[in-house]
């Protein structure tokens, strides 16, 4: 199975639309799912044709963070970061930056 298949049937499964997802990628068999989803991450140390076509590209490389700071990334976007890291620290919020 490519992963744009692999990728559909997950958002299907899932009763999304792909421009409700997001798909993190490093090289070009990523490109089609990337190309299909509505927010595209490449890895600091992905191919250049991905980075090319990528919405944000993360500080670090795949398997160093680059992970973490897709998800950081998505959820200051969303503004719930700040209530996320004060719920993993037990601290309470009203805010949602």
Not at 48 to 76: C, F, M, N, Q, W
Not at 85 to 96: A, L
Request: charged share 25%; proline share 3%.
């Amino acid at each position: 199975m490519n992963k744009l298949t692999a990728f559909r049937e997950i958002i299907g499964k899932e009763g999304l639309g792909a421009s409700q997802a997001a798909f993190v990628g490093d090289d070009v068999i990523d490109l089609p799912p990337m190309q299909d989803c509505g927010l595209s991450i490449a890895v600091a140390n992905a191919r250049s044709e991905v980075k090319s076509s990528s919405h944000y590209i993360t500080p670090h490389a795949g398997g160093e963070g680059a992970l973490r700071d897709a998800i950081e990334y998505i959820l200051k976007a969303q503004g719930k970061w700040k209530r996320a890291v004060e719920d993993y620290i037990g601290g309470e919020s009203t805010s949602g930056d």
